[in-house]
C-alpha cells in the first residue's frame, strides 16, 4: 500500500471518475487504474463498482475510504509542520549589545550563528544598557547582552559569564611584573577611564569605592582602546575585564584581587516573551559559546 494509491483513491471517491480523479491528481488516467488495482489487489477486495461511466463505492470502499482521508490528513500535518521547522531556521533575530562586550563577544558567536542558520536574519545593535532596555520593552530587539548589576523585574537574566578584572598599567610600572593587586595598591594613581553612560565605568567606580579609593581621572572615552593607548604613553592605569585584554597593546595586565572585581555577562530578554526557534538557537548558542571559551581559558589556566 503506498501513499500516492491513496491518494488516487481518495480522489475517485471525490470526484465519481477516474478521468477527473486523474486530472486532479495530474497523472495519466491509464496509470491511476493501474495503482488503484494494485491497491485493491493488496487489500483483497474491490474498492469501486465500475457500472458503465458510473463509480460507485463498495461497501469495502465506503469502509476504507475515511481511514484514507485520515492517513493523508495527518502526511499533511506532519510535511506542514517539518515546513513550519524550516520556515523558522528563516525567522529573524534582533540582538542588542553594550559597547564593551560588542567586539568580543559577538564576532565569534555570530559567525558560528549564520553558519548554523544561514537563511536566519540577524541584526545587532551596539548602545548603552538603558537604550537596550527601553529596546527590549518597545519589542525592537529581542535580546540584550548586558552586564550586572540589574535591577528590572520585568526582564529575566540568563548567566553567560563572570570575568575577573584586570589593571592595565604602563610597561614600566613598578607593579607590572606582580602575579596579582589589589585596588588598594592603586591608590594615588592617576586613572584613565570610559565616561560616564557605560556601565563598566560604573562597575569600575563601585569596586573602587568599595576598596575605599577615590580614582583621580585624568583621561575618558568611550573605547576600551583608546585607554589602552593612553596606558602605553603613560597617562594613567586603567581598569577592564578580562576579555577586553589586547595583548599586542604596550601594557601590562595585572588580575585584581578584589571580591568585587569581577564582572557578570548576561542575557536580557522580556519577562513571559515567547520567541521562535532562531531566537531560542542564538540565547542558547551564545550561552553555551562563552561556557565552553569559559572552561577552555579555565583549563589553559591550569
Known sequence: MEIHQLRYACAIADTGSFSRAAERCQVAQPSLSQQVLKLEESLGAKLFDRLGRSIRLTEA???????????????????LSVADKHADLRGSVAIGVIPTIAPYLMP???????????????????????????????LSIDIAILALPLRHKDLEFYPIRTEPLFAVLPKDHPRGEEESLTLKDLRGESFVMLRDGHC??????????????????????????????????????????????????????????????TRTVVAAVLRGRSFNRVQQAFLAGVRLNSQKRTAAQDHHDK
Open 61 to 79: 470502499g465506503r469502509a476504507f475510504i475515511p481511514h484514507a482521508r485520515s492517513i493523508l490528513e495527518q502526511m499533511e500535518t506532519a510535511r
Open 108 to 138: 565569534r558567536y555570530t559567525a558560528a550563528f549564520t553558519r548554523r542558520f544561514p537563511e536566519a536574519k540577524l541584526r545587532i545593535v551596539e548602545e548603552t544598557t538603558p537604550v537596550l532596555i527601553e529596546s527590549l520593552r518597545d
Open 200 to 261: 563598566f565605568r560604573d562597575l569600575s567606580i563601585a569596586a573602587c569605592t568599595h576598596a575605599r579609593i577615590t580614582p583621580n581621572i585624568a583621561f575618558e572615552s568611550g573605547q576600551f582602546s583608546s585607554l589602552l593607548g593612553m596606558v602605553a604613553a603613560g597617562v594613567g592605569i586603567s581598569l577592564v575585564p578580562e576579555m577586553a585584554i589586547d595583548r599586542n597593546a604596550a601594557c601590562r595586565y595585572v588580575r585584581l584581587s578584589d571580591a568585587r572585581a
